[in-house]
């Protein structure tokens, strides 16, 4: 079974970058998928980005595209996610969360299509 533990988040200024970090241990699977999604207070939790193992193959949501960029390091079993240019907006928990299954290109967006969540890590963008 797979484990998830994300870091890198932290207190950032308003234009600043961070790069937060997804490490899985434990038995992966070569197709699965690795999404960043994240919660801010009172709001549901949203679809950032997403990666699959194998081919690198990536998909950002429309409210990041151009900011974030999501990326994999195979033989850490790592997945990346650099978030530039910062905004208040982008303060949440974010968290990593994978499936070993295929998903289309509406399912990777929907949290119900990961099965193994990681414990979340807190970005802060102070204005």
């Known amino acids: 079974q797979v484990q998830l533990q994300e870091s890198g988040g932290g207190l950032v200024q308003v234009g600043d970058s961070l790069r937060l970090s997804c490490t899985a241990s434990?038995?992966?699977?070569?197709?699965?998928?690795v999404g960043w999604f994240r919660q801010a207070p009172g709001k549901e939790r949203e679809y950032v980005a997403a990666?699959?193992?194998?081919?690198?193959?990536?998909d950002h949501a429309d409210s990041v595209k151009g900011r974030f960029s999501i990326s994999r390091d195979n033989t850490k079993k790592t997945v990346y996610l650099q978030m530039n240019i910062l905004k208040p907006d982008d303060t949440a928990v974010y968290y990593c969360?994978?499936?070993?299954?295929?998903?289309?290109?509406?399912?990777?967006?929907?949290?119900?299509?990961?099965?193994?969540w990681g414990q979340g890590t807190q970005v802060t963008v102070s204005s």
């Open positions: 434990g038995r992966t699977v070569s197709s699965s998928i």
């Open positions: 969360a994978t499936t070993p299954l295929s998903l289309g290109p509406l399912e990777v967006k929907k949290t119900y299509a990961y099965n193994t």
């Open positions: 990666i699959q193992w194998d081919n690198g193959l990536t």
